[in-house]
């Protein structure tokens, strides 16, 4: 008996070591993925108050952090109104924070974005010279990660940057055909997808 308890523990600590070098694996995917696209370093981890892990290049303050956890807020509300039920945990997100790369849209107004190569926007009104300017950009969609750039004012912006990602990922844990649909809006459409 003393044996099978001993054999059962040993296994326990095995699954549970091989679970945390996958998620450990995953998440430095992930991460790596994050600073191929932004060109950072991501040196920060921290979590919201409601759970989800935010990388970032300098500390968020109290109000980008309330920012995220709004966003998600309002995503899981109109999720749920929508019948879906998968990737609605705070702690199912993690958001990275990359340095802008431009503050200010064409009109002058305060547009922290991150530049993205056109691909499929090539040639569109989006198409800033073989780059587009996105206010967020998902960098995977299992485990659900995104990436907005960062704020000095005008925290409603990453509550909806953040909303705005997240719909990408809540399809594509909860309907893929709608997923497939409005993965990107080269071909039109935008945002908010789920009303």
Known sequence: MKKIQLSLIYLSVAIAALVSVNSYSQNRTVLAEAERISGDRFMIVTRTPQGAVVNALTRPNRETLAAIDAGLTELFEVA????????????????????????????????????????????????????????????????????????TKDYSRISTAVRNEGEHLVLYHNDRKRFGETADHSKGGGHPILQ
């Open 80 to 151: 749920r109104r929508n019948g879906y039920r998968k990737a609605l945990r705070y702690s199912d997100y993690t958001i990275y924070i990359a340095k802008a790369d431009r503050e200010k849209d064409a009109d002058g107004r305060y547009s922290p974005d991150i530049a993205v190569p056109s691909a499929q926007y090539a040639g569109s009104a989006y198409d800033k010279g073989g780059f587009i300017y996105v206010a967020g950009i998902v960098v995977a969609l299992n485990p659900c990660a995104f990436m907005i750039a960062e704020h």
